[in-house]
């Protein structure tokens, strides 16, 4: 899963060198924390939420054929100072 999430990213944003996909496990759940340039997360979240929401639901509908639960959450790293 973590494969084809850091594919289908890459695929979005302007700078595909900065994205990173790590998983936490949480609770039983896999916790996909996504990383990326401040400038490319309104690409990845899309007009309205569309666009997370779809990554959203083609992860949960991959990783439950494969008896998984995972979710997927952008991480912001906040500035230095």
């Not at 936490?24 to 401040?38: F, I, K, S």
């Amino acid at each position: 899963m973590q494969g084809f999430l850091e594919f289908a990213v890459k695929g979005l944003v302007e700078h595909p060198e900065e994205v990173t996909v790590t998983p936490v496990e949480h609770q039983g759940t896999t916790v996909y924390e996504l990383r990326m340039n401040p400038k490319d997360v309104g690409r990845v979240i899309g007009k309205q939420g569309k666009t997370i929401h779809t990554l959203r639901g083609l992860l949960q509908a991959g990783s439950a054929k494969k008896g998984l639960r995972c979710s997927l959450e952008i991480v912001e790293d906040k500035p230095a100072g």
